[in-house]
């Protein structure tokens, strides 16, 4: 398969855990985004890598959150002292950067904190 | 400001055609999308305008009207696997090519 892969499809943590999610682009694409979806809701733009720059950072993230893109490949999403407002589904996407930027998702991470 | 604004649900007949409208309002403008979302999985790429005018890709349609800011998706011969949410984003004219989403109409298509 060689689609978005995410992992871990799903997360459970306490209140004030630190967890990490990974995002495996299609190998091609050079951009890669990352998505917020609660239920009833579009997504919700976190952030975005071009390469391994990371090109854009939503004002709503607070400084608990931090992503990387290391080598311009696979990227990890990281939340610091979870909170229970962080329950939702996180997304990743991947696209090329030519026309016409259509964003490929995978299978997403669902996070509870309890 | 950036709004998207699409009906929250809609419900239609299997065999029959549905229209779902979105209107737009961004400070930019550089394509639209639609995607399909079925409940707990990742949308999916339906469709993609921009240029004004029709698009069709077999059941699905999809219209844009720059000038008023406006497009609308058409399914045709709705199946139960159509029942889904449909989300409209459109896609910022900056650099960066962020996408702008709607809410997301969801559609139930009964028997």
Known sequence: ????????????????????FRCDPISEHNRLYWYRQTLGQGPEFLTYFQNEAQLEKSRLLSDRFSAERPKGSFSTL??????????????CASSLSSEPYEQYFGPGTRLTVT | GQNIDQPTEMTATEGAIVQINCTYQTSGFNGLFWYQQHAGEAPTFLSYNVLDGLEEKGRFSSFLSRSKGYSYLLLKELQMKDS???????RDAGNNRKLIWGLGTSLAVNP
């Open chain 1, 1 to 20: 398969d060689t689609g978005v892969s995410q992992d871990p499809r799903h997360k459970i943590t306490k209140r004030g855990q630190n967890v990490t």
């Open chain 2, 84 to 90: 889904a949410s449909y989300l409209c984003a459109v």
């Open chain 1, 78 to 91: 990281e939340i610091q002292r979870t909170e229970q407002g962080d329950s939702a589904m996180y997304l």
